[in-house]
């Protein structure tokens, strides 16, 4: 039930460890990894830098375990997230469940993330081998993905 | 809300204001985040670029995700910044 | 792409690092594991024993392991089932994916998971303190997870 | 099929029968997984009491899952066993 916003790497394993280390009611673990992918032959590896917005990003990250929380019967869960330049191949974001039953901690990991990638103040820009940014455009398949576990919209109006 | 608010700008937002944030003293005028980004706009091409096409333009009151219509009442704290893309 | 029946216990981080190290068009990695819970205050924590069917058990994770491979554009997945006796807490089962993006990764490692749990011949027996031996029953709600994924029943008839 | 073919048992349908596997010769009309089973039925009291509740029993053809009318013409392997409990 924690959440961290950090430049270090994270190890998928120890910190599966310390979240499950002792609770033998815990049935199924799911972790899912975010990496920053290679680039194509015609645009070769760019490097990303993730921006964030300190203080609402932990937040917002609370706010989505806490939902998840509420919604399935879940021992624990963990989220990290990296920010600073990333190169391919890096670890950007962690999310692990744990649940007596695997179909909670799957759709719980599933929510987790599709809630972060629509919710939480990250921003990614690449930056190519001649030094050029972009930042990274949001995908509609993000809200969509966002979209199938509610139809409210939790943002102020 | 108080006389000044904190305004915060992030990613290309930030980039295209060149500042990460500002105390400023709003118009009595901007009750909404829509008044305040029509207002941003004039204060300079560097604001006018930013806030340009304002509909892809996201907003936070208080570190909390926020409409463009809603109201800044007692905010301290107001960001602006593009579709987030974490994760 | 692989899939083994073992004694051993297995390593996450290492099956995580030995799939997808060197590949960086991989952008999510979701891993499953299924671990032997303990008992109730009522019954308190039995060790389990796993007995398989050594040839068709490998053959149906293949199988299994295919039809994913077919379904979805996965850049790696790894399959490993212990067998023997486990205590509570101990790993029984993992399943790695590993995509471009997540939403393969996800759907994948729980279609592996049902058809695994519905298909491969493996039987779990529980021994309670005063050696009492129970053969665990299969769970309706197992079946109505795989059937999700389709109407068609691959047996022979 | 041929003369003979390896019959196997698991999980409590091997303890019922008391053995994992044996060699058998079928009789002629057998031509089914549930024919299979209702001639084991007749071979004693144990083999009785492990597919007395037939229909909860599972079958594989040569390690292929296979359903109680499935033909095991050219079998070579007959597995029994209960519904898998795995994963």
Redesign the interface.
């Known amino acids: 039930m924690s959440v961290t916003v950090q430049e270090a790497d994270f190890d998928v394993a120890d910190e599966t460890k310390s979240l499950t280390e002792g609770d033998t009611d815990i049935g199924a673990v799911v972790t899912f990894t975010g990496l920053v992918r290679g680039g194509t032959t015609a645009n070769p590896a760019a490097t990303m830098t993730l921006e964030h917005y300190p203080g609402m990003t932990e937040t917002e990250l609370e706010s989505i375990e806490a939902e998840a929380l509420a919604r399935w019967p879940l021992s624990a869960t963990r989220i990290i997230h990296r920010v600073g330049p990333l190169n391919p191949g890096e670890n950007i974001v962690l999310v692990i469940t744990a649940s007596r039953h695997r179909q909670a901690a799957f759709e719980a990991a599933a929510f987790l993330m599709d809630y972060l990638k629509t919710k939480a103040p990250f921003w990614k820009k690449e930056t190519d081998q001649d030094g050029q940014g972009t930042w990274v455009d949001a995908r509609e398949s993000d809200d969509a993905a966002t979209r199938r576990w509610t139809d409210t919209d939790k943002r102020r109006s | 809300m108080s006389d000044t608010v904190k305004l ?1 700008y ?3 937002v ?1 980039e295209k204001v060149g500042m990460s944030s500002e105390v400023a003293t709003l118009p009595k005028t901007a009750k909404t985040v829509g008044d305040v980004m029509a207002w941003l706009k004039t204060r300079g091409p560097e604001f006018k670029a930013a806030f340009e096409n304002d509909t892809v333009i996201r907003a ?2 208080d ?5 463009h ?2 109201s800044i009442t007692d905010a301290r704290e107001i ?1 602006f ?7």
Do not use: C, S
Request: hydrophobic share 50%; charged share 10%.
């Open positions: 915060m992030f990613a290309w930030r936070a009151i570190q909390t995700h926020a409409q219509d809603a960001a910044f593009p579709p987030v893309t974490g994760g």
